[in-house]
Nanobody, 130 residues
Framework: QVQLVESGGGLVQAGGSLRLSCVAS????????MGWFRQVPGKEREFVAS????????FYADHAKGRFVISRDNAKNTVWLQMNSLKPEDTAVYYC???????????????????????WGQGTQVTVSS
């Protein structure tokens, strides 16, 4: 049974930083690319960042490039999203996810987005005030 537990969200002023964490279980974590996604009420869930299963490659949506950094520790079954220079438009619920099959790449997660991802955690709310 897949479990994804996101944490680290909160209220921050524009220009501030947050570090999101996701502890994942139910699959062999080290064999899966991992991604972060976000969703605003009334809009579709969108890709934010992803990382290869071995951590060698990282990929970002245009809105995250240069501001966000994704990382992982396979020994801790944990993936993080360091978010810097936050903007009000970053306000959303943030979710992590396994890739839909093992031994894929973070680049494939970026291209496929939420397609075929069926397991989600409860998410963590990020609110950026202006």
């Amino acid at each position: 049974q897949v479990q994804l537990v996101e944490s680290g969200g909160g209220l921050v002023q524009a220009g501030g930083s947050l570090r999101l964490s996701c502890v994942a279980s139910g699959r062999t974590f080290s064999e899966y690319a991992m991604g972060w996604f976000r969703q605003v009420p009334g809009k579709e869930r969108e890709f934010v960042a992803s990382i290869d299963y071995a951590g060698g490659g990282t990929f970002y949506a245009d809105h995250a490039k240069g501001r966000f950094v994704i990382s992982r520790d396979n020994a801790k079954n944990t993936v993080w999203l360091q978010m810097n220079s936050l903007k009000p438009e970053d306000t959303a619920v943030y979710y992590c996810a396994f890739d839909f099959e093992p031994l894929g790449s973070g680049y494939r997660m970026k291209r496929r987005g939420v397609t075929e991802i069926h397991d989600w955690g409860q998410g963590t709310q990020v609110t950026v005030s202006s």
